[in-house]
């Protein structure tokens, strides 16, 4: 299946400080990806559509200027978290829509994640 | 929106016995219904999906049925082994707009 990867793993920041997550996929074209947040034990809650050459579409109470998202080609999107605060602490992923030319729904496929930790 | 339900939110069962976590969505357009595993701290791993136009589909131990008048599916797994032992999410999609449970925690006791 399609390989997408996710950089860091981990990192821990201070507050007020920004930190960039980087969403690649390995070995196929990701015209659009998706960012994802997973609390502990939870669900992953959809936060934005990163479409490649187009702005980020967002979802309702996803504050955009805080998560900034980069579609700038068609194997990488970024995350940047902005002035990131404690209550910023969460498990980030990434995904990416299986390549195909059939239109409708396909499957996606999930980085590893991201581990941010804000002290 | 869509919104998908999923119960349990938590499943314990003996080693060899079947496993079964129900889903219901709300709109009737989703079209497209994966099943993911998610060991704790990895990515959530596709094992099955299936779309509207399917009513059951199986892969081994794993098969998901799917009720589209009653907008419900569900994932069995059988003869179920230690190794099943995750978080199981179920999604809904339309197009790129996939949605997805809250989980279920499925516990396999030797």
């Known amino acids: 299946g399609a390989v997408v990867s996710q950089h860091p793993s981990r990192v821990i920041c201070k507050s007020g400080t920004s930190v960039k997550i980087e969403c690649r996929s390995l070995?196929?074209?990701?015209?659009?990806m998706f960012w994802y947040r997973q609390f502990p034990k939870q669900s992953l809650m959809l936060m934005a559509t990163?479409?490649?050459?187009?702005?980020?579409?967002?979802e309702q109470g996803v504050e955009k200027d805080k998560f900034l998202i980069n579609h700038a080609s068609l194997t990488l999107s970024t995350l940047t978290v902005t002035s990131a605060h404690p209550e910023d602490s969460s498990f980030y992923i990434c995904?990416?829509?299986?390549?195909?030319?059939?239109?409708?729904?396909?499957?996606?496929?999930f980085g590893p994640g991201t581990r941010l930790t804000v002290t | 929106g869509e919104n998908v339900e999923q119960h349990p939110s938590t499943l314990s069962v003996q080693e060899g016995d079947s496993a079964v976590i129900k889903c219901t969505y709300s709109?009737?357009?989703?079209?497209?219904f994966p099943w993911y595993k998610q060991e704790l701290g990895k990515r959530p791993q596709l094992i099955i999906d299936?779309?509207?136009?399917?009513g059951e589909k199986k892969d081994q131990r794993i098969a998901v049925t799917l009720n589209k008048t009653a907008k419900h599916f569900s994932l069995h797994i059988t003869e179920t082994q230690p190794e099943d032992s995750a978080v199981y999410f179920c999604a809904a999609s339309i197009m790129d707009d996939m949605r997805f449970g809250a989980g279920t925690r499925l516990t396999v006791k030797p």
């Open positions: 709109d009737s357009a989703s079209n497209y």
């Open positions: 299936i779309r509207s136009n399917v």
């Open positions: 995904s990416a829509r299986s390549p195909g030319t059939s239109g409708g729904s396909r499957e996606q496929y």
């Open positions: 990163s479409n490649e050459g187009s702005k980020a579409t967002y």
């Open positions: 070995d196929f074209q990701a015209t659009t």
